[in-house]
């Protein structure tokens, strides 16, 4: 029974492309994240969504944009990939959206463009 | 914002000995520092946090400390396994989300 999912779990496209990235949450949280992982195995938080809202949209290109239809979900459409986007994405939500919860993290996406 | 400083960057030990990592953060007010592990190519996950009223905690074989005035927390590993062999993340939480530390490789030799 997962608890945060994602999809695709990898992704290979070509630079220029456009591409999303589905997550899900079944545990009722309230808040989503969108977190990248870079070679160096780097954790980076990338946006926030409470109850549907943005709340934390760190220094991103706005290439990437977050969508969130429900509270369950929160998806990642990214514009114009770049070679620098390979990485792996990871989607995390937790109860509130104050920091000092547990976040629980889906199992990643690793996208790579040529 | 929040700055956390993680070392070391790699940590070997013998397999039933003991592994520290540490870290440092910048932000008075944060309150809470949980701790996740990442296996190689899987998801972080939580092992244990403290929250900023607690100076020490005990699960099993892991234990954290903080100490709020020199605003530095500590992960003890006793009796390492093999299967304790993955990346160890902390974080602290800043004013509106958690920041990370860049990670510790432990390596656990058998």
């Known amino acids: 029974d997962t608890a945060v999912s994602q999809t695709p779990k990898y992704l290979v496209t070509q630079m220029g492309n456009d591409k999303s990235i589905k997550c899900e949450q079944n545990?009722?949280?309230?808040?989503m994240y969108w977190y990248k992982q870079d070679s160096k195995k780097f954790l980076k938080i990338m946006f926030s969504?409470?109850?549907?809202?943005?709340?934390i949209n760190e220094t991103v290109p706005n290439r990437f944009s977050p969508k969130s239809p429900d509270k369950a979900h929160l998806n990642l459409h990214i514009n114009s990939l770049e070679l620098g986007d390979s990485a792996v994405y990871f989607c995390?939500?937790?109860?509130?959206?104050?920091?000092?919860?547990?976040?629980?993290f889906g199992p990643g996406t690793r996208l790579t463009v040529l | 914002g929040e700055n956390v400083e993680q070392h070391p960057s790699t940590l070997s030990v013998q397999e039933g000995d003991s592994a520290v990592i540490k870290c440092t953060y910048s932000?008075?007010?944060?309150?809470?520092f949980p701790w996740y592990k990442q296996e190689l190519g899987k998801r972080p996950q939580l092992i244990i946090d403290?929250?900023?009223?607690?100076g020490e905690k005990k699960d099993q074989r892991i234990a954290v400390t903080l100490n709020k005035t020199a605003k530095h927390f500590s992960l003890h590993i006793t009796e390492t396994q093999p299967e304790d062999s993955a990346v160890y993340f902390c974080?602290?939480?800043?004013?509106?989300?958690?920041?990370f530390g860049k990670g510790t490789k432990l390596s656990v030799i058998p």
């Open positions: 995390a939500s937790s109860r509130t959206s104050g920091t000092n919860n547990e976040q629980f």
């Open positions: 974080a602290a939480s800043g004013s509106y989300q958690l920041t």
């Open positions: 932000d008075s007010a944060s309150n809470y």
């Open positions: 403290i929250r900023s009223n607690v």
């Open positions: 545990l009722g949280h309230d808040t």
């Open positions: 969504y409470n109850n549907k809202e943005l709340i």
